[in-house]
């Protein structure tokens, strides 16, 4: 079984309490595994490069030949002009010799917010002016750019689209000492660090792989997982311009025994995300349930709690693609009262007979 199919049994093997089919019948069993067996063999949808996403804010060259994009780290003034500054524009007379200046900043210290990013301004400092979406900026005054705007530097061809891809990093197993590194490099890019996952999470930061739910949720997310030390590797690239590193060089090593490294893949594949299309599985612990109905619902899925208090009909077990998911009685680490045992019991019962 591979870790990049995400089974059920997948799960189970994980040793992540119970998500798995007790009451499923064969058939419906049958298209379960067929699902995620589709999920491995179809081609890999990556990231549109193989050095994976590229974030933080960026100046593209939008006229001229092709040429790669000027990175802004946050925190850093860049002067544009045409001689001896860190966004170098040559062959245009209409270019100052400190023509404008770009900074990205965060406008706020409390960094809890998954759509915070940091604030780029734009600050005009020539004699031919600087036009933002066309329109010429008063000279000596700043102005905040926004994702998409479009910029131009004097009168002629220095045309650029101002662009900011999110990065949003997770991380899972860290010491401190390593959130802190972390932490540190990916506020400098522009990102932010997590401690939980959400759909808005870009990577997973981990130096090896275990099996927790923050892995089986960027796997189901089409998530790359990488160890710290490729977003270090990212902002020393940055900082000295030179070539990014390969996001393939930095998937961390695998820990886990009962799990055959050879078949994992861990880059971003997009088909994960429809791993559950069509399955309702139905937790009769709230715990469980809290902890685990968001990798069903990331993988397309429907995640219902049932209790004594909303019982269904025993034909609502028997629906097609419905899985009930084990509440581990068994398990000496989960403590369910006796009445809510006796309850399961009984659904344990029911499905028994639909088998």
Partial sequence: MSLSCLSLPFFRRARLPGLWASGLPERARCSLRRACRSA??????????????????????????????????????????????????????????????????????????????????????????????EEKMQNGLSQILKSGDRVTFGVFESKFRVEYEPLVACSSCLDVSGKTALSHAILQLGGLTVNNW???????????????????????????????????????????????????????PVDEPAIESKNIDLSGRQERKQIFKGKTFVFLNAKQHKKLSAAVIFGGGDARLITEENKEDDSFFSAPGTCVVDAGLTDSQTFIPDSQKKWIHSIMDILQRLL
Wanted: with cysteine; net charge positive.
């Fill in 40 to 133: 491995v063999w179809s081609a890999p949808a990556r990231w549109p490069d193989s050095g994976g996403p590229r974030p933080m804010w960026k100046l593209v060259p939008a006229a001229g030949p092709a040429r790669e994009p000027y990175r802004l780290l946050t925190g850093v003034e860049y002067i544009v002009g045409r001689k001896n500054c860190g966004i170098l524009i040559e062959d245009d007379q209409s270019i100052s010799r400190n023509h404008a200046t770009l900074t990205a900043n965060f406008s706020v210290t409390n960094l809890s917010q998954t759509d915070e990013i940091p604030v780029l301004t734009i600050k005009d400092n020539s004699k031919y002016g600087t036009f933002v979406n």
């Fill in 198 to 252: 959400t759909e808005e999470c870009t990577h997973l930061v981990m130096v090896s792989v275990k099996v927790t739910i923050k892995t089986i949720c960027a796997l189901i997310c089409g998530r790359p997982i990488v160890k710290p030390e490729y977003f270090t590797e990212f902002l020393k690239a940055v900082q000295s311009k030179k070539q990014l590193p390969e996001i393939e060089s930095f998937y961390p």
